[in-house]
């Protein structure tokens, strides 16, 4: 009887592992699709015949990141995890800022563009990390 509840509880564990390894890896995958979609909206590769903006080998080098550094189930560690790669000095997100408000003027020639830049990074990291979120929990 010991044994047989021994093996039952080894049964149940192994089971228990397998189905949380699935979950993670389910999740991973989710990130995974959804960053290297999202996040390369604004490439930050450029492609070496045209000197233009990659998306492709963006969103490539975003499923790569991810891969070699998950596997992720965690939103903001995701985002993290791009971030100094895809997010951080990538010129194509200065689009955003035009995008999002009219400045009447070259926003570059701004005393505080700097600035203005490193809050345009911040701004499309949480709602990178916001939406990624609402894409695992479905909320």
């Known amino acids: 009887m010991k044994?047989?509840?021994k093996s039952w509880i080894h049964q149940l564990s192994e089971s228990y592992i397998r189905h949380s390894?699935?979950?993670?890896?389910d999740t991973h995958q989710k990130i995974v699709d959804f960053l290297a979609d999202g996040a390369s909206q604004y490439p930050h590769k450029i492609n070496k015949k045209t000197f233009r903006p990659d998306k492709e080998a963006s969103a490539a080098h975003i499923r790569e990141i991810l891969n070699a550094t998950g596997p992720h189930t965690d939103a903001a560690a995701a985002v993290e995890a791009i971030r100094p790669h895809a997010i951080d000095g990538n010129y194509s997100l200065e689009d955003r800022i035009y995008e999002r408000g009219d400045y009447g003027f070259d926003v570059s020639e701004h005393p505080h563009y700097q600035d203005i830049l490193k809050a345009n990074e911040e701004n499309f990291a949480f709602?990178?990390?916001?939406?990624?979120?609402?894409?695992?929990?479905?909320?």
């Open 21 to 25: 390894l699935n979950e993670n890896s």
């Open 127 to 139: 709602g990178l990390t916001n939406d990624l979120h609402g894409h695992i929990t479905g909320k």
């Open 3 to 5: 044994n047989n509840n």
